[in-house]
Structure formats: structure tokens, C-alpha cells
């Protein structure tokens, strides 16, 4: 579900945001938040097949909800770190201005001494905080035009960099906050899949073979066109939306990966972002990002090209390429593949 390319879209208000982001690679970490499955260390090594395979797509599908919200914590890292970098270009640039202003108000302090000596309200300015100056400067009428100007200049540029550096303070403190937040959604991910992992050495040498086949004849019947190909799919309303479709058409059978938005894997925001990425369209990395940043329709209205927002944390998403059908990557161990538009729980349909 994520992926990084910059790209342009015909929305000036969507963010862009890249779609080259490197693919996660799992490694065995600590718990994250999500609840890990009951009596993992004492499992029954007689376990039942089907409850183990479904155990083990229960926590496939938990890492790929802790992968989504990392995708999205990665989103709005970019966005806050393209803040900074501009407020901090703004705080040298205002240095740079209140330099100078204050030089200038010691050229005028020294003109104003060889002619009778500095003024009060100058040597106020000069010496301390210009709050109060022009106050003085409006009531008593004690500094000349120019000087109060300058003045006024100096304390204006001098009040915006106060504010840009506070400003500054805060998003690099929410910087870290975000940071962290995306070590604890990785965290969740691999505790899930290390999870997923021991269950399936719970299985006996003759269940894991028949587990093991099981997967890869569901993976063979998902990669091959002949089977996966639903007939009767119908154009899309417009060149962008089949364009989007086509692309996503075109990764069947491409790996899972957590973090992958392609060329050669994806996760299910991934793939939908570089579907319309290729059609021109921005989008965030995440899918809950994803929910919002375009117009909803209903689902009587529905078209191909739309989103399908699945679950109630909108941790999953698909693109619907027409006739009940939906394209997307589900989670883990799987390849991008056509599933019924109900196959899961719809959310929110929306219009890129």
C-alpha cells in the first residue's frame, strides 16, 4: 500500500508526494500495539490446518493495517520536513533583512550624533527591546519619519522571526513524534509476521507440505491470466480513469510487499497510487489518506477507476475495474489480483 514518484496532478490542493519509497524489509522486532494472538507460546502442535491457515491470514492482514498506518506516518513525515526546510530558509532570509535594518539604524544613530547627538527613543531601539517604541514615537513624535520607518521595519522583521523560530520548534518536535510512530507501525508489522510465522511451525511436517502446496496453488491460479481474467469488464468513463485501470490490469500477479508502490511488488495504497500516478493523478501513500483526499460516490454510482475503501480502519484499498470487480494487493504471501467488489467490507467508494 505505499509507493513514491513524484507526480502531477490535476488537483493544485493534493499533495505530492513521491512513489519510489523503498520497500520495508521485515526483521523480527519487539510487540508493537496491536494484540498478539492468545496462547501463541503453548500452541497445540496437533493444531487443525484451517485454523491455523486462518490464524495466520488474520495476522497477515494485521500487519498489512500496521503497514498502512506506517505508509501514512511516512506521508506526513515528507510533508512536515518540507515545512521546516521552507520555514527555515525563511528564518535565514529574515536574519539576513533584521541584519541589515539594524545597520541601517546605526547609520542613522551616527548622523543623528555628529548633528547633536543620538536620540532617546534611537538609543531605546539600539540598545533594547523596540516593543513600545513606536508608541512612543506616534505620542511624542520624538524620532523623525525616516527613523521611525527603519525602526518599524527592524520590529516587524524582528516579530516574523520570532514566530517563523517557534513555529520551527514545534514541527521539529512533532518531526521526532512522527518518526518514532513509524519505528512503532514497523515494529507492529514484523511482531505480526514473526506471529504468523510460529504458528505455521506449530503445523506438523504433513500439514506444513499441504499448507505450503495449498499457497502455491492459490498464488498460481492469482498469476495466471487464463484464470484470473474476469470476462465482461467494461470500458472506463474516461481516458485518465482506463489509464489508471490498465495500469493496475497490468500488475497482476506482482508480489506484496510491505511499503511497495512498484515497478516489480506493492502493497494495496501502492498500487492504487502508482495506478493513477500513471494517469497523472497525486495521491498519499496510505489509504486512509487515500479515503479523503478525493470526492466520495456512491456505490450506484460507482465506476471504473474509483477507490474502494475497505474496513472500518480503512487500512485497505482497491481500484474497481468494472463488473463487480475490484484490483488490489492484499497482504503478505499473496500477489496483486482480482477479488470480488464485496469480497470484504466497503467503507467508502471515492472518485480520483
Not at 143 to 153: C, E, H, I
Amino acid at each position: 500500500m505505499a509507493s513514491h514518484k513524484t507526480v502531477t496532478t490535476h488537483r493544485a490542493s493534493k499533495k505530492t508526494i513521491t512513489a519510489t519509497r523503498t520497500a520495508v524489509t521485515l526483521a523480527t522486532a519487539t510487540v508493537g500495539s496491536i494484540a498478539l494472538v492468545p496462547g501463541l507460546a503453548h500452541a497445540d502442535p496437533t493444531a487443525n490446518l484451517n485454523d491455523v491457515q486462518n490464524k495466520v491470514k488474520d495476522l497477515h492482514e494485521q500487519a498489512e493495517q500496521a503497514s498502512e498506518a506506517y505508509d501514512k506516518a511516512a506521508g506526513d513525515l515528507a510533508t512536515l520536513q518540507h515545512k521546516v526546510d521552507q520555514i527555515q530558509a525563511r528564518i535565514t532570509a529574515e536574519q539576513t533583512q533584521l541584519g541589515n535594518a539594524q545597520s541601517a539604524l546605526g547609520s542613522l544613530a551616527a548622523a543623528q550624533y555628529r548633528s547633536g547627538g543620538v536620540d532617546n527613543s534611537l538609543q531605546l531601539m539600539l540598545a533594547a527591546s523596540p516593543d513600545s517604541y513606536l508608541q512612543q514615537a506616534t505620542a511624542m513624535n520624538e524620532v523623525a519619519d525616516k527613523s521611525a520607518g527603519s525602526m518599524k521595519s527592524a520590529q516587524e522583521i524582528k516579530r516574523q522571526l520570532d514566530q517563523d523560530k517557534s513555529e520551527a520548534s514545534t514541527d521539529l518536535a512533532q518531526l521526532q513524534k512522527t518518526r518514532d510512530l513509524m519505528a512503532h507501525n514497523m515494529a507492529d508489522v514484523n511482531a505480526r509476521e514473526k506471529q504468523a510465522q510460529d504458528l505455521l511451525n506449530t503445523l506438523s511436517k504433513a500439514q506444513r507440505t499441504q499448507y505450503d502446496n495449498q499457497q502455491k496453488q492459490q498464488t498460481q491460479q492469482n498469476t495466471s491470466t487464463k484464470q484470473v481474467a474476469p470476462t465482461g469488464l467494461p470500458p472506463a468513463p474516461n481516458a485518465r480513469a482506463q489509464i489508471a485501470v490498465n495500469f493496475a490490469k497490468a500488475q497482476i500477479g506482482k508480489p506484496y510487499v510491505y511499503g511497495a508502490a512498484g515497478p516489480r511488488s506493492f502493497d494495496c495504497s501502492g498500487l492504487t497510487m502508482a495506478a493513477w500516478a500513471a494517469a497523472g493523478v497525486s495521491m498519499s501513500h496510505g489509504s486512509s489518506d487515500q479515503a479523503y483526499e478525493f470526492p466520495a460516490v456512491s456505490e450506484k454510482d460507482i465506476q471504473p477507476g474509483d477507490l474502494i475503501i475497505y474496513y472500518g480502519s480503512m487500512h485497505h484499498v482497491g481500484i474497481y475495474v468494472g463488473a463487480g470487480q475490484v484490483i488490489h494487493a492484499p497482504y503478505s504471501g499473496t500477489v496483486v489480483q482480482y477479488a470480488p467488489l464485496h469480497s470484504m467490507p466497503v467503507v467508502r467508494i471515492v472518485r480520483p
